[in-house]
């Protein structure tokens, strides 16, 4: 069964920085694109940013664009976030999913990233 | 962006029940559309994908339908583990979700 495990998430001052990592085993890390999605407490779910297999070609949304960076290890099979100037708004938890045809097949069970003074 | 709308927000619904959630895009997506369950502190799962095919391992009383800008998601008779929060999700540009639809004990 595919496995996604998130860490790194935690409290951190407004204009801080943190890094994601998604672990993840059970699948062929390296053939597929791979995503950061949020939910802010009692919200609805937002993608954020994803990246290729080969790690070649990324997307974010607007909002976090220039702020966060999303890379991959294929050989650790491993994912990351790394989230800079952070914001109150950012406050959510972030899950780590796996693409199939562009839609979220898996997700993991999520890190709590709180931006708070 | 296209920007995805669901209803109704709340669906008030007893265990038998014929549920049906509506999702409308704000430009054509053509059949490029999931759906999800998610219950409290757990993450979402996948029930749909291609607007009706149905994800493996999700039971068939689930269904979906619809083209273009306009989907619903049927339940066909409610059970107890249905209980929970619906969302639709477009990935015909880029990737966005639906406000989500409660799914709550009447």
């Known amino acids: 069964e595919v496995q996604l495990v998130e860490s790194g998430g935690g409290l951190v001052q407004p204009g801080g920085s943190l890094r994601l990592s998604c672990a993840a085993s059970?699948?062929?890390?390296?053939?597929?694109?791979m995503n950061w999605v949020r939910q802010a407490p009692g919200k609805g779910l937002e993608w954020v940013a994803n990246i290729k297999h080969d790690g070649s070609e990324e997307h974010y949304l607007d909002s976090v664009k220039g702020r966060f960076t999303i890379s991959r290890d294929n050989a650790k099979k491993s994912l990351y976030l790394q989230m800079n100037s952070l914001r109150a708004e950012d406050t959510a938890m972030y899950y780590c999913?796996?693409?199939?045809?562009?839609?979220?097949?898996?997700w993991g069970q999520g890190t709590l990233v709180t931006v708070s003074s | 962006d296209i920007q995805m709308t669901q209803s109704p927000s709340t669906l008030s619904a007893s265990v038998g029940d014929r549920v049906t959630i509506t999702c409308r895009a704000s430009q054509s997506i053509s059949n490029w559309l999931a759906w999800y369950q998610q219950k409290p502190g757990k993450a979402p799962k996948l029930l749909i994908y291609?607007?009706?095919s149905l994800e493996g391992g999700v039971p068939s009383r689930f269904s979906g339908s619809g083209s273009g800008t306009e989907f619903t998601l049927t339940i066909s008779s409610l059970q107890p583990d249905d209980f929970a929060t619906y969302y639709c999700?477009?990935?015909?540009?880029?990737?966005?979700f639906g406000q989500g639809t409660k799914v709550e004990i009447k």
């Open positions: 999913a796996k693409f199939r045809d562009f839609y979220f097949d898996y």
């Open positions: 059970e699948f062929t890390f390296s053939n597929y694109w």
């Open positions: 291609k607007a009706s």
């Open positions: 999700q477009q990935y015909d540009s880029y990737w966005t």
